[in-house]
């Protein structure tokens, strides 16, 4: 068992790797900003659980950090705190800058003194590992991957704020020698995913009968991977990730949005028919594309694959199947973030 301090553990991929971590023996202590994206919620499970420590805070507080550090003694600090939607970064880019630059610069800080404070065996031990994203390394023709030696060529302020991230973490090894990881991964997907992004926000309204919205010609491509799966990596560069390095993420399951969204239509057809008997495909409705929107991302992950043994579980059509019988399954966790209710209770509103 070990002592992990998550940050960003209320949101998407950062909650289930905390329910993952929990389920298999660690003891979490979560802090979250419980921004828009934190969802308390999705936690539910853990409630009156002694390995799961929430506390309500900023990455960049580095009086709340450096009091997390020295009373629970992590054995590593994974940094999942981000503003993640490339949409919103278009529309206000500073908040990106404030979380995922000068909130890591403030998380590095605090973490490489409580790491200095440490004796040499748990020094040694130590980790600081940085979830990142492939977004860092631009966009590509129709050929070859992302591999971790690819040139950072970020194109949205989301991205390249996650950028900065990457380097100033790099910097704190070379420069400091925190025992730093960063692991870049491809698009998630998967249960509890904020309705904002590409697959539940399909999901919901090939639900409603309503407008499916694509961008543009619907042929960007992104790899796909199920979010258990970039779970499991974490926790594999975790135990075995060679100090200072990165390792890609991926599922080699490169899809077209369109091809995405029709999956998704045939899923939902035959599962949950619409009662008018309309085929859904019918409601795709391509809109204005993104500003600046990346043509195609591949991640090639050899490296974990070849030198940590990690193997994705699933592949696109088990993992789309698998989430959207989560979405049908439960959809009151999905009607409570719509009507804005998972965030008024925390509030006390
Ligand atoms: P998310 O938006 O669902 O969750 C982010 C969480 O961070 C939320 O709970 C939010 O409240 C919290 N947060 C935001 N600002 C904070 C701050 N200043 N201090 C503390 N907490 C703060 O994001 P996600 O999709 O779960 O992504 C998690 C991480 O993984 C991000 O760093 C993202 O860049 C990276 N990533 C995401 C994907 C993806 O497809 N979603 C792919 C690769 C990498």
């Not at 009086?63 to 009373?71: F, G, H, P």
């Not at 003194?113 to 966009?139: I, K, M, N, P, Q």
Request: charge should be negative; proline fraction near 4%; hydrophobic fraction near 35%.
């Amino acid at each position: 068992m070990k002592t992990l301090l998550v940050t960003g553990g209320a949101g998407f991929i950062g909650a289930n790797f905390v329910l993952q971590s929990v389920a298999v023996g660690h003891r979490v202590i979560n802090l979250d900003k419980l921004t828009y994206a934190g969802n308390l919620d999705t936690l539910a499970s853990l409630e009156g659980n002694a390995r799961h420590i929430f506390a309500h805070g900023d990455i960049g507080n580095r009086a709340l950090i450096t009091q997390l550090l020295t009373q629970h003694r992590p054995d590593a600090v994974i940094n999942f705190a981000a503003e993640s939607h490339v949409d919103r970064s278009i529309d206000g880019p500073a908040a990106f800058i404030e979380t995922n630059v000068v909130g890591t610069l403030g998380l590095l800080e605090s973490t490489r003194d409580y790491w200095r404070s440490l004796d040499s065996a748990a020094a040694c031990s130590f980790r600081f590992l940085h979830v990142s994203t492939d977004e860092v390394y631009g966009s590509l023709g129709p050929e070859g991957s992302f591999k971790e030696t690819t040139p950072y060529a970020p194109n949205s302020p989301y991205s390249a704020s996650k950028a900065a991230s990457d380097h100033l973490v790099r910097a704190f090894h070379h420069t400091y020698g925190l025992p730093t990881l960063t692991t870049n991964c491809s698009n998630n997907y998967g249960p509890y995913q904020f309705p904002e992004k590409l697959i539940p926000l399909i999901i919901q309204k090939a639900l409603a009968g309503e407008a499916l919205p694509v961008y543009g010609d619907g042929l960007n491509i992104r790899d796909w991977l199920y979010v258990g799966d970039h779970c499991t990596a974490i926790q594999r560069v975790l135990e075995a990730g060679l100090v200072g390095e990165t390792y890609n993420v991926g599922g080699n399951a490169e899809r077209e949005n369109l091809t995405v969204v029709k999956a998704i239509c045939a899923l939902l057809d035959e599962r949950h028919p619409l009662a008018d008997g309309r085929r859904r495909e019918s409601l795709i409705t391509f809109v204005k594309d993104r500003p600046g929107h990346d043509r195609r991302y591949a991640i090639d992950s050899s490296k974990l694959q070849n030198e940590l043994g990690w193997r994705p579980s699933q592949t696109f059509e088990s993992g789309i199947a698998h989430t959207v019988d989560w979405y049908l399954e439960n959809k009151a966790w999905t009607s409570r973030v719509l009507d804005g209710s998972y965030r008024m209770e925390r509030l006390g509103v």
